[in-house]
Structure formats: C-alpha cells, structure tokens
C-alpha cells in the first residue's frame, strides 16, 4: 500500500512541475511612458505572449553544436 502512496506522490510531483513550465504572459507597453506592464490599461498596447525560457534546455541543445565545432578544430589543428 505505501509503494502506490509513493507512486502516486511522485507522479503528482512530476506533473506539477511539468505543467509549470506551459504557462506564458502577456506584457503591455505604455506608448507614452515605454513601461511595460503584465495587466491591459490606459494607453497601453498588447506587445505579445512571453513563455519562459530554460537555460538549462538551451544549453543542452547547444552542446551538440560546441562539440562538433571543437572536433572540427582538432581535426584542423592536427
């Protein structure tokens, strides 16, 4: 009985913390001031849907590419 209790806590866990990540904000900028805001209001204009960014993921898709570039340069180097 405790495994499914701990099965089903860290399937909890794992959800919360994925579905975290899927939200995004909208920004407003003031034409007259250029200050941005997360709520519409006077003289406010929509400038888009933000969705963050993981430095993490970007930098794991990037590791790939600095490998084979280093590769390249050994082989250049020989």
């Known amino acids: 009985m405790t495994i499914s ?3 089903l806590a860290v399937a909890a866990a794992l959800s919360a913390g994925a579905s975290s990540s899927a939200f995004a904000i909208d920004l407003y900028v003031d034409v007259k001031t250029k200050q941005i805001y997360a709520e519409p209001g006077p003289r406010r204009v929509l400038m ?4 963050q960014v993981e430095e993490a993921a970007a930098m794991a898709a990037a590791k790939p590419a600095e490998s084979a570039e280093l590769a390249a340069v050994k082989e250049i180097s020989k």
């Open 5 to 7: 209790k701990l099965t």
């Open 48 to 51: 888009g849907s933000f969705v």
